[in-house]
Every structure is written in C-alpha cells, then in structure tokens.
C-alpha cells in the first residue's frame, strides 16, 4: 500500500498557480509562433504569387489574372503580356499603325464577335483610361448587321476585330483589320494596343 504524503493545502495552492502558469505561458508561445509563422508563410507566398516582366523598360506586374503598367497618366491592364503575344504563330503587323493620339476624344467604333477581344480595347481605351470619347458597336459597310447597329466605313475610327486563316494587324485609312484563329484574337487585340502606346 502507497503512503500519500500530506500536502498542505498552502502548498497545493502554489502547485495549481505553478501549473496553470507553465500551462498559460506554453499557450501564449505558441499562440505568438503560430502567428509569426502565419505571417512569414502568407508574405512567401504573396512575393511568390507577384509575377513582373519587363518588356522595353515597361514593367508589367500580374494581380487578378491581368498584366498591368502604368504609361504616362494611364494604367492598362492586359490579358496578356508582350512576350506572350510574340509567340502568335504567323502574325504580320503593318508597321504604320496610327499612335494612341489618332484616337484620343474621338468615338471609336468595333465591329466584332470576340467579346473578349473587344473586352481588351474597352477596358483600356475607355472604361480605365477615357482615352475615347465612346466606344460603340458598328457595323462595317457591306456586312449583314443586326439592327439599331450604325454602318461605318474607313473615314471613321473603326477596329474590325475577325476571325481569319490570315494572321495580321493592319491599318487602312481609319480602319484597323485585327484578324487570327478565335483563340488569338484577345492576344492580337493586346498586341494591336501594345504597338499603338508605344510598348
């Protein structure tokens, strides 16, 4: 049989209070690691996550699935970045596409069915920049339209952005052709808007 030795109570008190003490502190330490931890994780993976190019002294950096840069007062955000829109297979750019300021506080008119294709010209024409004074679908004169569309021609800005074997940005009087394979045409779009603000 155990003899239990006789504790006084004084003696049980500063027992519990040492413990709950070891036990309170041991919490508190790993409370502040875990914290600490969590703080180093998230910045390696936020300067992981940050991707940077620079293409022609541009910096481009990626945040939200679009490559942004600041020129000047504006700031444009892309699909894609410059050495992406490189690697398009076949692409044939005319070397006299009109500069930005062509385009500056006058209307410009696309006629196009690549929705995102043309998301890319109204975002950083308009919606971000206000480089435009509007943006409106047209359609292009000898083409079957859909009503309530105006019928444009080369005297105005117009972007035609098409679907073609062809692999080309051209300029013809006001009138910029954007053609490729449907899959291209957001990447020749941003690549038509590279050239013109002079990336």
């Known amino acids: 049989m155990k003899i239990r030795t006789i504790i006084s109570a004084e ?3 500063k027992k519990r209070k040492r413990r ?8 508190i330490l790993v409370m502040f690691l875990s914290v600490v931890g969590y703080s180093i994780n998230s910045g390696e993976k936020n300067e992981n996550q940050t991707e940077k190019i620079v293409y022609n002294d541009v910096e481009f950096v990626k945040d939200s699935g679009l490559w942004n840069t600041d020129i000047g007062n504006y700031r444009y955000s892309f699909k894609y970045n410059p050495k992406e829109t490189e690697k398009i ?3 044939e750019m005319n070397s006299f596409l009109k500069p930005l300021n062509a385009y500056s506080n006058q209307p410009l008119y696309i006629y196009s069915k690549n929705i995102e294709a043309t998301t890319e010209i109204y ?7 206000k480089i435009v004074l509007r943006i409106q ?3 292009l004169e000898g083409e079957a339209c859909e009503e309530n569309v105006p019928i444009k021609n080369c ?6 952005i098409q679907e073609s074997n062809n692999t080309e940005i051209k300029q013809q009087e006001n009138c910029v052709f954007i053609d490729g394979k449907n899959e291209n045409l957001t990447a020749l ?3 038509f808007l590279f050239k013109i603000i002079g990336v």
Do not use: M, P
């Open 155 to 160: 005297t105005n800005n117009l972007i035609i």
């Open 20 to 27: 709950n003490l070891i036990v309170g502190i041991v919490l």
């Open 123 to 129: 975002r950083n024409l308009f919606y971000q920049n």
């Open 137 to 139: 679908d047209a359609c």
């Open 11 to 13: 003696e049980e008190e």
């Open 89 to 91: 297979a076949g692409l």
């Open 189 to 191: 779009s941003d690549s």
